[in-house]
């Protein structure tokens, strides 16, 4: 029994590959078709097989091209498929989730051989890059789990010390980014216009996050802010990630002080934050 599983295993496996690469069952050997299929009056086992084949691909295809239309648009329909046909063909590929997919478009546009059949310099290679990235947060954030919304008169029970040692956890729907180009702006640009413009080089920090009525939003931070973010996002204390802030910053501490409580104040607002906790008993 054991090894009437172990080939079907391997069966299943061989036909998974040859599906993914990509290659028409047209010119493979009926052979190989018949192994999974057996044809019949109208169809070949190939040709048959290739019916299954084509329906994967452009399953696939569709749906990439539904969760990164800016990228899709970038590259142009031919290239964008080539770029499909890359993420889908690589061994890191685990998930036979649609929702999961796009997390290896970002992955193949990082490897130097992909931009080389895609025919991208360095920049524009970096730029789609980046582009993919920002698009799959959207994906990611829109499909994470719901999260509790921080409770502000939690924080009103907190003493100066308790201040200093507590941390603020961020809601699960929210990602950080920084990116070396005006990303989000070209990528608006992408989807909304009909001419586009090259993106500015300039970094900018985003945040991509979800709101309560379901909404999902991007928006540039100063770079302090989201220093602050990212010092909140690995755990910091308050008082950890304000000094990370203040060792970002030339402003001086009156107005940092101003900067940290617009940032908290507004931050709160947009509902980045999901609960305080203090060093040793969590606010639930």
Known sequence: MSGDSSEATNAQRLLVGAVRRGT????????????????????????QLEIYREQFWLRHEEALREDFPAVARALGDARFALLVEEALDEPALASFSLAELGRALPRALARPEVATKLELSATERTR??????????????????????????????????????????????LRLHRFDSEIPEWRRQLKETVETTTPKERPCWVVVYRSEDLVLF??????????????????????????????????SRAALEAHLLGWFSEFTQLGFFARVRRAEISDE
């Open 128 to 173: 789609l890059r980046e582009l993919a990235e920002l698009e799959w947060s959207f994906c990611e954030v829109f499909h994470e789990a719901e999260s509790p919304l921080l409770d502000t008169r939690r924080l009103e029970t907190l003493s100066p010390e308790e201040w200093e040692s507590a941390t603020l956890e961020l809601r699960a729907a």
């Open 24 to 47: 028409p069952f047209e010119r493979l050997d009926d052979d190989f078709a018949r192994a999974f299929v057996a044809g019949n009056e109208r169809l070949s086992p190939a040709e």
């Open 218 to 251: 991007d928006k540039s931070v100063p770079e302090p802010a989201f220093a602050l973010l990212e010092a909140l996002k690995r755990g910091a204390s308050l008082l950890d990630a304000c000094e990370a802030v203040a060792s970002r910053s030339d402003a």
